[in-house]
């Protein structure tokens, strides 16, 4: 439950970049919007008019399934139509090249670019040369913000509130995307946020963030209501910083060793895809505490409830009933 | 003509594996459906309300263009949405990662995912971890059952009857899961099947499937109804079986002379993509008996049936009005 | 403004393989048509029911993001259903293997297909064996039909007429299918070109097609209308025609002391996508001048309207209305 919003709130982003640039009464109107979006996706028809004759791209510079379907679908079941442009980021080296393919596709008028770029940064750029709304679907090492707000929402369906809980993110901190997004967005909402991971993954500038940086795993599940692990993101490394992916899951992996030290009613998250038996045991990835696939579900409906609202909400559309 | 069904027949299965799970019934009933959808892809205007707000996946762990496209436009015309994933079968080499792409498609709560996968058996896997139907577009050398039923459709619209044809398949046998499904559907639905080929591309198992195993292509082509050629399928043998190609055109091709032995009135059969010159002479391809585009054609109604009836049937839909 | 068409004129054309094809009275009618359909992409609900239940096939054996995407926004926009087929030149290195293609897709009665091929002639050759209607959207060397088109509206755009203007095309000639698409179209329309570049780039039998080749660029841009620039097509090059880039850029490239040249009002085009620095210094490309945009934009317009046409125009329809 997130506090009632003011009587004159409104949503007014045009583009999302970042959870950095969310209030907190932002991410509570986005996780309202998701939450009354996510029974469409139950219906014998999975359809509503709401962003008919919206078009919508996928401008994705890094492969991507999982989050591109997820936005697809999102798109489909609110009727917009959807155009997939997979470029290599070899194509794309100069920030000119991208500044030149984002005013192409402007120029054939699109509501969307959803954007996924190995800079970090992409969007923002992007974003000064369109009139499209821009959304980032995972920049660089800087924010990945769908994904930081279907976590939230996945912890506020279980938890019932946002404010007050321990978040522990175990792994490739300074790496991830992820991290970033759900270091702003649950310490903007209230939470506390303990991480801890090999030191080569730990970021220099944690403590500004007022995240407990700690020194154990133990010492940052302890006491937790919510243990995230974080996927190594083997692609985003420089250098080997891990000596072996078996010691890693050694030391470092997630297991119901280490929730004990959790709350006895911790629930674990992960990102996907999942390394089996390296950031997490088979047995915690599929027990029941996992509520790894309620993140993938919801992650369709905050997608929804953001293509909505950069699109102006109800102003967009004839409403939402069924199709 | 097949035989009329029951008045309490009801087709109750959520997914499809093989033909080898199709009762004669069962397959009797596909077949009436597909025929009556036959007609909407000769209206001007292609498309039947029918599947509307369904969400249906394809993913393909081997390449396909034409078996995708089929069940794509299958799927549109009948107004689902669709979404396609290539994924490629060396990220999913362990069966965990395959049910984890599965479970993590299913929590986007899709209503059918029709999967292509050089596993046998891959269909049935993933079918006990998801809620979705679950439609085999292929898997390994087991079944391809929605190119054994439009070739059951083609016989059928060309010969009247299934029951008591002789249907002669020539050619790469062991691996071909086309040749499985049509010799488990034809031979249950009354047909008699002779086959002929390299004893390399002869399995081991076809005396306990009814079927004749012939020595000669000339005896296997003996006075049948139908001459069925198979592709070389080169990317599924694990040494090189043949000597080269241009021998087997000669020894297994099946060209005009060997029609001789046929009866008048046979008609030739291919799954396609044609080897031209080596499975098939091109003047037997492109002649009057062939009936390889009317397999193509027929393919699309039959996946449209599939789709309808995994999905309940009339229980699913609106009717079948125009849109 | 073009001239009237007389009260019995009809456009006949089932297939689009060139502007050759078209007579004036065909591309002032095309023009129209798209003018009259490029507000629909500025409403809020782009989205008109035109083409809904056509199947439209990209079938495209070149890479292609932009002409790829536009086709499928332009149809998408008619409420068409869409499916894109990227196959390897090398799989279809046999004119046979393309017809199969062909006859294959068409078995599957789709209405439109639009092919890109590097072999010219590829869409004559498709059309022959199949009924749907084949649009070109580039083969080899020869023709990009919607490409000529949509440079010829943008010119009416801003200049309010063909007939008489002069328009300077600097570059590839040779190797430019846009070249000769544009070069053809704006001749019939009344239009002067003067043409300049490496004497490694004029083709032989420009003077047949009533061209001024110019032996300097500033002699071809003199009093022009039009400076447009071509794209190094450095993939259809058999040999190093140019000795490098860098020199490419100081002796052919178009800037702003070679716009001096032109009339003031003159207007600077490129196909895009812009090799900035090399063809056009990067002042001109985003100068006032420029109409690069605005020929990406009329592009989605010129095509929906060739769509609308090879479908039978009014004839194919319910109507234009909103969706």
């Not at 000596?243 to 297991?255: C, D, K």
Request: hydrophobic share 40%.
């Amino acid at each position: 439950m997130l506090e009632t919003l003011p009587v004159d709130y409104q949503f007014h982003h045009h583009h999302i970049f970042g959870i950095e640039q969310l209030s907190a009464q932002d991410i509570t109107h986005i996780l309202n919007t998701a939450q009354s979006f996510k029974e469409i996706s139950n219906r014998p028809i999975k359809k509503v008019p709401t962003l008919r004759g919206k078009t919508i791209v996928n401008l994705f510079f890094e492969p991507s399934t999982r989050t591109r379907m997820s936005f697809e679908i999102a798109a489909k079941r609110m009727s917009a139509d959807t155009f997939n442009i997979s470029a290599s980021t070899s194509s794309a080296t100069k920030g000119e090249t991208l500044i030149d393919t984002a005013r192409n596709i402007q120029a054939m008028q699109p509501d969307v670019i959803i954007i996924r770029h190995s800079s970090s940064g992409a969007p923002q750029l992007l974003a000064k040369y369109i009139d499209a709304s821009v959304v980032n679907a995972g920049d660089g090492a800087h924010e990945h913000p769908s994904q930081g707000l279907l976590d939230m929402m996945t912890v506020l369906d279980h938890k019932g509130r946002l404010d007050g809980l321990k978040i522990a993110i175990i792994g490739d901190i300074a790496h991830s995307r992820v991290a970033m997004s759900d270091i702003i967005g649950f310490t903007r909402m209230g939470a506390q946020i303990a991480v801890a991971g090999p030191l080569t993954f730990m970021p220099m500038d944690l403590a500004g963030l007022g995240v407990e940086v700690c020194s154990s795993l133990e010492d940052a599940v302890r006491d937790a209501d919510v243990v995230m692990t974080l996927r190594i993101q083997l692609e985003r490394q420089n250098d080997s910083l891990i000596p072996s992916l078996r010691e890693y899951s050694r030391f470092y992996g997630v297991n119901n060793d280490l929730l004990k030290f959790a709350k006895d009613e911790a629930i674990v998250m992960h990102p996907g895809p999942i390394n089996r038996g390296v950031e997490l045991s088979p047995d915690v990835a599929d027990g029941e505490r996992s509520v790894i696939l309620d993140q993938v579900t919801n992650g369709v409906a905050v997608r929804m409830a953001l293509l909505y609202l950069v699109l102006g909400g109800n102003k967009a559309s004839d409403g939402q009933g069924e199709n």
